[in-house]
């Protein structure tokens, strides 16, 4: 249960970032075509609003990465607390991808 809880949060995480990049480099493409023909106050003032994204885009991560500090910290803890059962996934694991991939050979 809790597993599939971090799981979601780090999936919604992700796809948040993902989408608030996205608006940011949609916003950066249309400041850049507009920013082309400025001069003057015109291209300080598109400077200013280049330099406010940057730094809504800084804030955006760091926003980020403390709402996936507690999915980070679950994984390490569980991580830590079942070391034998960890090792064995991830052995399996690798077991099946090295049978998928041998068999293509």
């Known amino acids: 249960m809790a597993r599939k809880t971090a799981s979601q949060a780090a999936d919604q995480i992700k ?16 400041l850049l075509k507009n920013g082309a023909e400025l001069v003057g106050d015109e291209a300080e003032t598109w ?16 926003g980020a990465r403390e709402r996936a500090q507690p999915v980070v910290e679950a994984t390490q803890d569980y991580i830590g607390g079942h070391p034998w059962q960890t ?3 991830s052995a399996g694991f690798g077991l ?7 068999r293509r050979s």
């Open 96 to 102: 099946v991808v090295g049978l998928l991939l041998g």
């Open 87 to 89: 090792v064995a996934v």
């Open 47 to 62: 400077r200013e609003q280049v330099s406010l994204k940057l730094k809504q885009a800084r804030e955006s991560l760091a």
């Open 15 to 30: 796809d948040q970032a993902f989408s608030e990049l996205q608006a940011l480099i949609e916003e950066s493409e249309a």
